[in-house]
């Protein structure tokens, strides 16, 4: 198979980035893939807001999948006659089934179902002809062009006290995770951020007794970063700044990392005073694991007997894409800043066929590269050189 376009990762980026291809630069669905190893598109983005017992996205309704960011919301019809619980205040962050829903048309709209090649990118070689992908299948694809769209979902970040392989420990971000208690547990949620805040209020709702730990108290922040990094406001600085380095240092300071919004500050501030939840504001000195029960001991002395620990510890820092990028960087001797992420050219090009967004992209876009609204920014950027191809 020889194609124009290969997206690797059939998540939030690689969909929008194939509609966006489509729909505005002309490029013809039987000359592009997505390559992605779950059973459908967005598989790791459903589970993972699954999980956590999301209800309305953090970031505002036009930002999503479709080319049209105000196709959200012409969706749901006009504010008067719109079904109660579909938008969320501040800056109407939709509700995660109505989003989800809403990604299914444009799926179905440009067809990506069809284009959607089940298979893992195990090697990816570059030539004077192209790009060769190869698959978990056997298969090798070849494409004038590729996309690595790869999020950092299959990486997340285990504590060094944590051990891997109990049953009664899980990370909810792992890709393999089924460790959500079926009947009611005592279970600790380890994690000061979104997510952590997320779990601990659904195992409250589904009749779990709960404690949440955090080393930190509760950050509130409306977005994951200042909205000031969508526009010129702080992005004029970022790009006029040359240095990688200097570059990552921006992105780590603009990060509000381990931060909620005010609604699930709310909600958690409600729980905690009324004993629903129990905060401990303290790290962990440790875990042992028992036949019958787990004992974590805090930094505070405290010692919890739980039956289960989650952690909401979010993903590891390092570049992601593991193998496969480890050998492309090698082979076609990328280039890379020190931290290991791709030092990309403004049309988001590692090499003239090579292609990033996401996290792979964030020395480019910015503290948003990873988000929605990052998606958005890269197939700007993406059709824009496919235009001139």
């Known amino acids: ?9 059939g998540g939030i980026h690689g969909v929008h980035i194939a509609a966006r291809l489509i729909d505005e630069a002309d490029v013809d669905p039987g000359r592009l893939r997505i390559v992605d190893p779950g059973e459908r598109l967005l598989e790791r983005w459903r589970m993972c807001t699954e999980t956590t017992g999301m209800t309305h996205l953090r970031s505002p309704s036009v930002h ?21 619980g579909l938008f969320a205040a501040p800056y109407d962050r939709p509700n995660l089934m109505f989003f989800n829903e809403h990604c299914d048309k444009v799926i179905k709209a440009f067809g990506l179902n069809k284009l959607h090649i089940r298979a893992r990118a195990t090697t990816c070689r570059v030539d004077c002809d192209g790009v060769s992908v190869g698959l978990s299948t056997g ?7 590729v996309v690595l769209a790869i999020g950092a979902g299959e990486q997340p970040k285990w504590p060094d006290w944590a051990p891997q392989g109990d049953s009664r420990v899980h990370h909810v971000f792992d890709p393999s995770f089924d460790g959500w208690p ?4 005592t279970v600790v949620v380890v994690g000061g951020g979104i997510s952590a805040g997320q779990v601990a209020l659904r195992l409250l709702d589904e009749g779990h007794e709960v404690h ?19 526009g010129p406001r702080y992005m004029d600085v970022f790009e006029k700044e040359k240095d990688a380095d200097q570059r990552r240092v921006m992105i780590t300071d603009a990060r509000h990392t381990g931060s909620v919004p005010p609604d699930v500050r ?61 050998q492309l960087v090698e082979s076609a001797a990328l280039p890379c800043a020190s931290c290991g992420y791709p030092i990309v050219d403004k049309a988001l090009r590692w090499h003239p066929r090579v292609y990033v967004s996401g996290p792979l992209a964030e020395l480019e876009l910015g503290p948003t590269s990873r988000n929605i609204s990052g998606a958005r920014r890269a197939a700007e950027r993406l059709v824009a050189a496919a235009r001139i191809q």
């Open 266 to 326: 709310h909600a958690l501030d409600r729980a905690i005073h009324h004993g629903q939840v129990h905060w401990h504001e303290c790290a962990v000195d440790g875990l042992e694991v028992h036949d019958a029960d787990l004992q974590l001991r805090l930094t505070s002395g405290t010692v919890l007997e739980v039956q289960r620990v989650l952690m909401a510890t979010g993903f590891a820092g390092h570049r992601p894409g593991g193998a496969l990028i480890d």
């Open 212 to 230: 949440l730990v955090s080393r930190h108290a509760l950050r509130e922040h409306q977005f994951d970063s200042e909205p000031g990094w969508l």
């Open 64 to 84: 999503n999948i479709d080319p049209n960011p105000w196709s959200l919301l012409r969706s749901a019809g006009k504010r008067k006659n719109r079904k109660k």
């Open 1 to 9: 198979m020889t194609l124009d376009w290969l997206i690797v990762g």
């Open 139 to 145: 298969t090798d694809i070849s494409t004038a062009n």
């Open 182 to 185: 079926s009947s009611p547990e």
